[in-house]
């Protein structure tokens, strides 16, 4: 069931004013690609079914990059759980099945890897899916995801419409959510040590203990590797995505601190809770495709903070 995405191709990038979504627009327009369909939301409201299949009926895309989500760093999952599970479901419900139904020869479903068990052993391979229990501090937008891996292998089994999953890890870069409330952690840490730094403060506060390893891929890498897997992957089974480098989030806080310049202290809450001691993927199956990360974390943390930096207050 292979595919070839050619050039003249009309490819729907849902999400496309995000992280990554934007991130793909861009790899597209630098591969030549020129039918790049896209649509905001005050345009189609993907959790509204209605608009979705209109959208499709009209416009009839063949390939489809499912990277809209609602999305947000642990303490914003935690407090919003339902709003969580609720629009994601919604929106990868209603671009699946309007997919399928409107003649879309492939459709790629950026999952994550939070549909691991939080007790997984590292690195994480696509064979540990569903073989313990969820982190809960994120459950809702786990169970979100693993609901459209689970929905994409079974339009892929009763229907044969190739949909494929792909499961990357902690995603950051230009065009991120640097809101220092609702932000993943990356963006967080570089708006939280830049505001520390304008207001001369002697000391921020991160949460947690900094104890826990995380991995982090650059949103360009990752477009890269999704596009590498559109033209040569079609198996309905999820696939890792990652850079194979973890690192502590205390050492991560101090890199960008340094990035940054700020020279005051770091403070670490430990009332507050560390989510999953660890989290590096097993990307072999990748890699044995022929797909390898390219940039490196200080590379991704200094592209990302120059970015910031030339947009004054975001």
């Not at 690195?123 to 229990?133: L, Q, T």
């Not at 559109?230 to 890199?255: C, W």
Request: charged content about 20%; aromatic content about 12%.
């Amino acid at each position: 069931m292979v595919n070839h995405l050619n050039y003249q191709d009309k490819v729907f990038i849902a999400g496309h004013k995000g992280l990554l979504g934007s991130a793909l627009v861009g790899k597209l327009i630098s591969e030549g690609y020129v039918n790049i369909l896209t649509a905001t939301r005050d345009k189609v409201d993907l959790t509204q079914s209605s608009q979705v299949y209109d959208f499709f009926e009209k416009n009839r895309p063949e390939y489809v990059f499912l990277a809209a989500a609602k999305v947000g760093g642990l303490f914003y999952n935690k407090n919003y759980p339902a709003d969580f599970l609720r629009e994601n479901i919604l929106i990868q419900t209603n671009v699946i099945d309007a997919a399928y139904r409107f003649g879309c020869k492939k459709l790629l479903f950026v999952g994550s890897a939070c549909v691991y068990p939080k007790n997984a052993e590292s690195p994480i391979s696509e064979s540990s899916f569903m073989a313990g229990d969820l982190d809960p501090t994120n459950i809702s937008y786990a169970m979100s995801k693993i609901i459209g891996y689970i929905m994409c292998k079974k339009y892929y089994e009763q229907y044969g419409f190739n949909c494929i999953s792909v499961m990357p890890n902690n995603i950051y870069g230009i065009n991120d959510n640097f809101d220092t409330q609702t932000g993943h952690v990356v963006a967080s840490f570089i708006a939280r040590f830049s505001e520390a730094k304008k207001n001369n403060l002697l000391n921020v506060t991160c949460f947690g203990d900094g104890s826990p390893f995380r991995e982090f891929i650059f949103a360009d890498d990752l477009a890269d590797a999704l596009f590498f897997l559109m033209k040569n992957y079609d198996e309905p089974d999820l696939i890792n995505v990652g850079t194979n480098k973890e690192i502590s989030i205390k050492h991560l806080a101090s890199k960008i601190a340094n990035i940054v310049g700020y020279q005051g202290d770091i403070i670490w809450d430990i009332s507050k809770p560390n989510g999953v001691g660890r989290r590096l993927l097993d990307t072999s199956k990748l890699n044995k495709l022929g797909w390898t990360s390219k940039i490196s974390l200080d590379e991704g943390l200094s592209k990302t903070f120059e970015w910031y930096n030339q947009q004054g207050d975001i």
